[in-house]
């Protein structure tokens, strides 16, 4: 029998429990000053759309822009967490930066 594949969305490191686990393969955690940023590789773009509406369906405000480079970027807030996605259309990756927000 062939080892099965690690169980979609596995949370990583730092990742608070009541957050959603992005789609994807985890390839790094990185703890900054106070956030953590994880990078997904092989998120297609409409799997990360459905990853930002499920951010929506939990309550957070979204803000879109989209950067000089073209790149979207997706701010979404709640009394509790400030989150930011950055989808790289080239590679499929995803770039998810968690930050709390101190009281």
């Given amino acids: 029998a062939e080892p099965e594949a690690e169980p979609q969305g596995e949370r990583p490191e730092g990742l608070d429990a009541s957050l959603p686990v992005p789609p994807g393969t985890l390839v790094s955690a990185t703890p900054e000053s106070s956030a953590w940023e994880y990078i997904y590789s092989g998120v297609t773009s409409d799997e ?8 929506k369906e939990m309550g957070f405000k979204q803000k ?3 950067d000089s480079d073209g790149v979207e970027q997706w701010y979404f807030q709640s009394a509790e967490w400030a989150i ?11 770039r998810y ?3 709390p927000i101190s009281e």
Avoid: I
Wanted: glycine residues 0%; without cysteine.
């Fill in 48 to 55: 990360a759309r459905a990853f930002a509406d499920s951010l």
């Fill in 97 to 99: 930066w968690v930050d």
């Fill in 84 to 94: 930011k996605l950055e989808e790289t259309h080239a590679d499929e990756s995803l």
């Fill in 64 to 66: 879109v822009t989209v």
